[in-house]
C-alpha cells in the first residue's frame, strides 16, 4: 500500500513539473508577437525616412527621354567636367545619371513623385554614381538650383513660361538650359536641334542667362 501511495505521488509529481513546462513554453512563444510589435516603431521610422507620399499631383504625365536625346541634350549645352547639372522634373535619373558617368560632374535631379526619385536612387546605385548624383523629392517651382550651370527640362510650353522667373532670379548669366520638345514662349532660343528618336523627331532647345535679361523679359526677374 505504502508503495502504491508513493507511485501516485512521484505521478503526481511529474505531472505536475510536466504542465509548468509547458505553461512556461506557452509564455515564451507569446512574449514573441509582443517583441515584435515593440520593435514595430523602428521599422516605420526608417520608412517615414524615405519619400513615401506625393507633396501634390505632378504637372505632366511622366514619358521617358530616349538616351540618344539625352546624349543630344548634354552635348548642345557643352556639358565639361566643370559644370553643375539640375535636372527639374528628373523621372528614373538618366539625364543626371549619364552626365555623371560621361563627365564625372556633380548632378541633382528634383521631382515631386516619390515613386520615380526611388526609381533614379535605384538607378544611381546601379551606375555607381551616388558619390557624384543626388535625387531630391521636391516641387521644382519651389526648389533652390542656384549652384546650377546646367539645367535640363522636359515640362510642357506653359510649364516652361512659368518657370522662368525662377531661372531668371536664381540662375547666374552663362547657365544653360536644354529643353526636350518645348520652347519657353517668347524667350528666343541660342540653337534649336532636330534629333530622331526611336519612334517620332525630338527637339532640342538652347538657353543661355544673359548679362542683361531681355527687355520684353525684365518684368520676370521682379517676380
Not at 508513493?6 to 504542465?19: D, E, R
Not at 558619390?131 to 527640362?153: E, G, H, P, Y
Amino acid at each position: 500500500m505504502a508503495s502504491r501511495k508513493f507511485n501516485i505521488l512521484l505521478v503526481s509529481v511529474l505531472t505536475a513539473g510536466a504542465a509548468s513546462l509547458g505553461c512556461n513554453q506557452v509564455q515564451a512563444d507569446r512574449s514573441t508577437p509582443s517583441e515584435q510589435v515593440q520593435a514595430a516603431p523602428v521599422d516605420q521610422q526608417q520608412a517615414q525616412s524615405s519619400p513615401t507620399t506625393q507633396l501634390r499631383e505632378p504637372d505632366v504625365v511622366y514619358v521617358p527621354t530616349p538616351q540618344n536625346v539625352v546624349d543630344q541634350m548634354l552635348a548642345i549645352a557643352n556639358v565639361n567636367e566643370k559644370d553643375v547639372l539640375y535636372d527639374l522634373g528628373s523621372g528614373d535619373g538618366r539625364i543626371p545619371i549619364t552626365a555623371a558617368q560621361r563627365f564625372g560632374i556633380q548632378a541633382t535631379g528634383i521631382d515631386i513623385n516619390p515613386e520615380r526619385i526611388r526609381e533614379a536612387n535605384e538607378n544611381a546605385q546601379k551606375a555607381g554614381v551616388t558619390d557624384r548624383v543626388k535625387f531630391l523629392n521636391q516641387d521644382l517651382f519651389t526648389s533652390q538650383f542656384s549652384d546650377a550651370t546646367v539645367v535640363t527640362l522636359y515640362l510642357l510650353p506653359e510649364l516652361n513660361v512659368k518657370l522662368r522667373p525662377q531661372l531668371f532670379q536664381q540662375l547666374k548669366p552663362g547657365t544653360r538650359i536644354v529643353s526636350h520638345d518645348f520652347a519657353m514662349g517668347d524667350w528666343k532660343p541660342d540653337r534649336v536641334v532636330q534629333v530622331e528618336g526611336p519612334s517620332r523627331t525630338h527637339t532640342v532647345y538652347l538657353w543661355t542667362i544673359p548679362e542683361k535679361v531681355p527687355a520684353n523679359l525684365q518684368s520676370e526677374t521682379s517676380k
